[in-house]
């Protein structure tokens, strides 16, 4: 199974800033994925991102609010912009349990708490 | 998105019940199914994947899909206290049910 690691696990952020989380993985995938899970809700697939190419955005979900990089196999963030209440939220990072084949199975990290005043 | 029902609970039984978990998914395409295991706090874990129709089982679990249904169950046998969380279902295509929230009461 595939180790990752999110930072920060947690932050409370104020209206209007942003924040970069950061998903690192302890082996090379081609795809990552970004989850949302707001409270007591299921999660919510924000964008895929493939290494070298633009992340591939959800419905709903736009890049100058969720932008996104990819700069190698291993590494991925996501910046939450301009934060308003509404994005208090744990944001996922996931990756497929197959490194380069597509099988639906995932693997997660532990995830990070926002929350913003 | 969301095209994967699933009565978000909660759901309490005591200790050594089998518990039944399900979802309903609407288009008949996809092939797998998984079911997820999130505790308080923590980013969800593989519990099972099945392929189309037909049962898996792992241990005291068993993964169930009725395509003609188009149903997805999990039933928990022996429930521990241990099994206390909140289960998902998911598509093929990452997409996820609601979540049930599960109580094994000692």
């Known amino acids: 199974s595939a180790v990752i690691s999110q930072k920060p696990s947690r932050d409370i952020c104020q209206r209007g800033t942003s924040l970069t989380i950061q998903c690192q993985v302890d082996?090379?995938?081609?795809?990552m994925f970004w989850y949302r899970q707001q409270p007591g809700q299921s999660l919510t697939l924000i964008a895929t991102?493939?290494?070298?190419?633009?992340?591939?955005?959800e419905s709903g979900f736009v890049i100058d609010k969720f932008p996104i990089s990819r700069p190698n196999l291993t590494f991925s963030t996501l910046t939450v912009s301009n934060m308003s209440p509404e994005d208090s939220s744990i944001y996922l990072c996931?990756?497929?349990?197959?490194?380069?084949?597509?099988?639906?199975?995932?693997?997660f990290g532990e995830g990070s708490r926002l929350t913003v005043l | 998105q969301k095209e994967v029902e699933q009565d978000p609970g909660p759901l309490s039984v005591p200790e050594g019940a089998i518990v039944s978990l399900n979802c309903t998914y609407s288009?008949?395409?996809?092939?797998?199914f998984m079911w997820y295991r999130q505790y308080s706090r923590k980013g969800p874990e593989l519990l099972m994947y099945?392929?189309?129709?037909g049962n898996k089982e792992d241990g005291r679990f068993t993964a169930q899909v009725d395509k003609s249904s188009k149903y997805i169950s999990l039933f928990i046998r022996d429930s521990q206290p241990s099994d206390s969380a909140t289960y998902l279902c998911?598509?093929?295509?990452?997409?996820f049910g609601a979540g049930t929230r599960l109580t094994v009461k000692p």
């Open positions: 996931s990756v497929p349990k197959g490194p380069n084949q597509y099988t639906g199975e995932l693997f």
């Open positions: 082996s090379q995938v081609t795809m």
């Open positions: 991102a493939n290494q070298g190419s633009e992340a591939t955005y």
């Open positions: 288009n008949s395409a996809f092939q797998y």
């Open positions: 099945t392929y189309s129709s």
């Open positions: 998911a598509r093929d295509d990452m997409r």
